[in-house]
């Protein structure tokens, strides 16, 4: 086996990333679940005829411009009656539907409005027309119209991501407080049908979890997003009258009658953390690396993550490539800057410093980790120097100005800026083992 020199490991690791990314390629993945044929739109599997009705196509997340791009393109704009984009970046150029920019992760007014602008025009269709939405990471947050008031939706959602709950939970709660979430979108649109395209970044693909499931009948209640504000003691983070007021509003909720949309034909996985791990395993397997991909249902604590990842890091077989895709979470117990990625990358530092022929690389897809505005970072054995300075960093959440300290410093490069990649499907581990 010829040896892998250590010195290339940038390069190795950005050509890995890089491959995980074409592969998630929202553009690709709607191509290949969608066909115009003749007077006919292919849809996965399923099939309706152009004539009979009305199209129309509305793309929510981060990765929403690119989907409607390749989506409007596929059917012709002129064969699309009318929708909206709503994404976290909009280009400089024209798009082929109204666009409108949301907040993430944390919604905010342009998020309320731009979900009132796109529903609208969507509130008189009939069981003639068909909606293709196309919905990417971040939806949750972008796409809102809140039984609470804003600052109350607002102080929630940041309560909920401090609380260290999982998305999953995370998504339980904001189902039952949204009208658009759950199968509100669906019902909203009704008669029309509803076929999403979905590319997913939720750990196991579970439909009503990804965007808090707008085409998804939900068969949730408010019982259980209680259950889960009690379970990860969200209160906490919040003002007790604030708290009083949700807890009210979910109690409300609870004697209302539910109805489920009947109106949708199918929620399509189009693509997800499992096929770019793949893409990235294969790419590491042709630079020369033994290659093992161990799962890409990752959970769990952002430090406890790394201090796993370091583990792995010492055990890892010589000249190997080990990817884990998932997402974790974090606990804030600080005032730093930071996400999860960082805060992953900068617990597996402290677990192998002084370690030679080692990196470990968290890396979100979506090019923008947490409140950090890059996308992760790659830590080597020589990253800490100073394991009791590197865990206050750690213990305030503040992992981004750790690195960018090294950086600046010129002992780096530690972290990854790519910017917005336009799409998002998880996280990806990746732990390099030059050692012969």
Not at 207 to 225: C, D, M, N, R, Y
Not at 260 to 278: D, H, K, R, Y
Request: glycine share 10%.
């Amino acid at each position: 086996m010829t040896s892998l020199p250590f010195a290339d490991h940038p390069a190795h690791i950005q050509a890995i990333l890089q491959a995980a990314l074409n592969q998630a390629n929202p553009q690709t993945a709607v191509r290949q679940h969608l066909q115009k044929k003749g007077s006919h739109l292919h849809i996965g599997p399923h099939r309706i005829a152009l004539g009979d009705g009305r199209l129309f196509i509305l793309s929510l997340g981060k990765a929403a411009v690119p989907m409607a791009l390749a989506a409007v393109d596929v059917v012709g704009e002129t064969a699309v009656a009318g929708g909206g984009i709503i994404a976290k970046h909009l280009p400089e150029t024209a798009l082929p539907l109204p666009a409108f920019i949301g907040s993430h992760p944390v919604p905010d007014e342009k998020s309320e409005a731009a979900t009132t602008a796109v529903l609208e025009p969507l509130a008189a269709l009939t069981e003639k027309d068909t909606v293709l939405c196309l919905i990417s990471g971040g939806a949750s947050a972008l796409f809102t119209r809140p039984h609470l008031p804003l600052a109350q939706w607002q102080a929630l959602n940041r309560a909920l991501l401090a609380s260290g709950c999982p998305i999953q939970a995370i998504n339980t709660v904001r189902r039952q407080l949204d009208v658009v979430k759950g199968g509100g979108l669906a019902r909203w649109v009704a008669p029309a049908r509803i076929i999403s395209l979905i590319l997913s970044d939720v750990v196991g693909n579970e439909l009503a979890a990804i965007g808090s499931g707008p085409t998804v009948a939900s068969q949730e209640t408010p019982a259980e997003a209680l259950a889960v504000w009690q379970c990860y003691h969200v209160d906490r983070f919040l003002d007790t009258a604030v708290a009083h007021a949700i807890t009210t509003t979910l109690q409300t909720l609870a004697e209302t009658e539910f109805t489920p949309p009947t109106n949708i034909v199918a929620n399509l996985i189009i693509g997800s953390i499992q096929q770019s791990a793949q893409a990235a395993a294969a790419k590491a397997e042709s630079l020369g690396f033994q290659t093992r991909l161990l799962t890409t249902r990752l959970e769990g604590e952002a430090r406890e993550v790394g201090k796993f990842a370091a583990a792995l890091a010492s055990d890892a077989p010589s000249q190997s490539a080990t990817l884990l895709g998932g997402e974790t979470t974090v606990t804030l117990r600080g005032k730093g800057k930071g996400g999860r990625n960082l805060e992953t990358a900068l617990a597996a530092a402290i677990g192998m410093a002084g370690w030679s022929q080692r990196t470990i690389t968290s890396f979100a897809t979506d090019g923008d980790d947490g409140t950090s505005g890059v996308a992760g970072a790659t830590v080597t054995g020589q990253t800490v120097k100073d394991g009791e300075t590197a865990v206050t960093y750690l213990d305030n959440n503040d992992s981004y100005t750790f690195f960018q300290q090294l950086d600046t410093a010129g002992r780096g490069p530690h972290l990854i800026k790519t910017g917005p990649t336009g799409t998002n499907v998880n996280d990806l581990l990746l732990i390099l083992n030059y050692e012969m």
